[in-house]
């Protein structure tokens, strides 16, 4: 199957630092990413979806000013997490979905990255 | 609005018998999509079968096979022969409606636990 890679897979910051996300598809061209978060035990909520050369879709109750996305190519996607807190601390899962006809239902994920904030 | 109910707390099996994880979905778009993802610990979310909602078959991919039961809108994974490798949480998702940025929504996930 496709590859989507995520860097850095696991980051630790001080309160108030920014932190960017990247996520690449590795063998194909994405159309779309999407961001989830997820907390322990718990399902994937999903945070925004981008489109490569628009601004990103946030779903209701995340800030865009505190979550930047930045879909600037068709294999790449940044999520920065601005004046991160420890509440933000979380599994950041990015995700890609394939514009070519006949792949139009493969989404594939990244292996996700965790952010603890001190 | 779309919603996905995986109400198992948690599921244990033994090594080489088969499970059924459920998972119940509403929509109102008649075209959709259902999909299940395994999650192991080391947290990446591994596609594992996709069932659209006009599919007369059921989805089959080697050792799991998805249980569509449209008018009962339930889509309940079957892993077969079951494997120690298969301990992890699984996840029923649904996407839709349709269109370029249809959204995957997910359930809340059920914990398996292999035992040999």
């Known amino acids: 199957g496709a590859v989507v890679s995520q860097h850095p897979s696991r980051v630790i910051c001080k309160s108030g630092t920014s932190v960017k996300i990247e996520c690449r598809s590795l063998d194909f061209q994405a159309t779309t990413m999407f961001w989830y978060r997820q907390f322990p035990k718990q399902s994937l909520m999903l945070m925004a979806t981008s489109n490569e050369g628009s601004k990103a879709t946030y779903e209701q109750g995340v800030e865009k000013d505190k979550f930047l996305i930045n879909h600037a190519s068709l294999t790449l996607s940044t999520l920065t997490v601005t004046s991160a807190h420890p509440e933000d601390s979380s599994f950041y899962i990015c995700?890609?979905?394939?514009?070519?006809?006949?792949?139009?239902?493969?989404?594939?994920f990244g292996p996700g990255t965790r952010l603890t904030v001190l | 609005a779309q919603k996905i109910t995986q109400t198992q707390p948690g599921m244990f099996v033994q090594e080489k018998e088969a499970v059924t994880l459920d998972c119940t979905y509403d929509?109102?778009?008649?075209?959709?999509?259902l999909f299940w993802y395994k999650q192991p610990s080391s947290g990446e979310m591994i596609f594992l079968i996709y069932?659209?909602?006009?599919?007369?078959q059921n989805a089959t991919e080697g050792r799991y096979s998805l249980n569509f039961q449209k008018a009962r809108k339930s889509a309940n994974l079957v892993i077969s022969a079951s494997q120690l490798g298969d301990s992890a949480m699984y996840f029923c998702?649904?996407?839709?409606?349709?269109?370029?940025?249809?959204?995957?929504?997910f359930g809340k996930g059920i914990t398996l636990s292999v035992r040999p």
């Open positions: 929509t109102s778009d008649p075209s959709y999509g």
């Open positions: 069932q659209g909602s006009y599919d007369q």
């Open positions: 998702a649904m996407r839709g409606p349709t269109g370029a940025n249809s959204k995957l929504t």
């Open positions: 995700s890609a979905r394939s514009g070519l006809a006949g792949r139009y239902n493969e989404q594939f």
